[in-house]
T-cell receptor, first 112, second 114 residues
């Protein structure tokens, strides 16, 4: 079974802090994605990566950056957290595109 | 206009009935279509995908695609209380900077009552 894990289920940070969200997949998938999910807005793509050290902007990249140094790991970075970044963050991976995306359990981030 | 639009619901159906979930999309070049199910507090999981016009059946689930009308639907036959969840429609747009990107609708909440 594909397994996508995220470093934290719940995270509380203060405004202005630098925040790292980690995602690891164990199925040698080429493609990895970061989404945020907000009520009434659905899933919105922040960034995705189709190879090591490659990244593409999604629909809402502002205020975020990513890092993919190893194939299995994709990190989302909030350079200076703001309250409007309070959300559920979901990581996903897929073998190729377009194809099934497997999601991690999510990180609920609260910025106070 | 949203790129992928779903009725947010909630949609409530009695046990044993057919639940019909609808999704429209704006990009005529879209090639692939996915239905995900998300239980409360859980992450989405894929239940169906469809690439060609027409119907695709998998057990109690049928996906229907009409590219001319830019419309995709999911039918759930013999609905069960365990089908109560949020259903997300996702569309893959091919080419250019959209390659590899899935665009999700906002989801439809389905409740199946005994």
């Amino acid at each position: 079974d594909v397994k996508v894990t995220q470093s934290s289920r719940y995270l509380v940070k203060r405004t202005g802090e630098k925040v790292f969200l980690e995602c690891v997949q164990d199925m040698d998938h080429e493609n990895m994605f970061w989404y945020r999910q907000d009520p009434g807005l659905g899933l919105r793509l922040i960034y995705f990566s189709y190879d090591v050290k490659m990244k593409e902007k999604g629909d809402i990249p502002e205020g975020y950056s990513v890092s993919r140094e190893k194939k299995e790991r994709f990190s989302l970075i909030l350079e200076s957290a703001s309250t409007n970044q309070t959300s559920m963050y979901l990581c996903a991976s897929s073998l190729w595109v377009p194809y099934e995306q497997y999601f991690g359990p999510g990180t609920r981030l609260t910025v106070t | 206009q949203k790129e992928v639009e779903q009725n947010s619901g909630p949609l409530s159906v009695p046990e044993g009935a057919i639940a019909s979930l609808n999704c429209t999309y704006s990009d005529r070049g879209s090639q692939s279509f996915f239905w995900y199910r998300q239980y409360s507090g859980k992450s989405p999981e894929l239940i169906m995908f469809i690439y060609s016009n027409g119907d695709k059946e998998d057990g109690r689930f049928t996906a229907q695609l009409n590219k001319a009308s830019q419309y995709v639907s999911l039918l759930i036959r013999d609905s069960q209380p365990s089908d109560s969840a949020t259903y997300l429609c996702a569309v893959h747009q091919s080419g250019g900077t959209s390659y590899g990107k899935l665009t999700f609708g906002q989801g439809t909440i389905l409740t199946v009552h005994p």
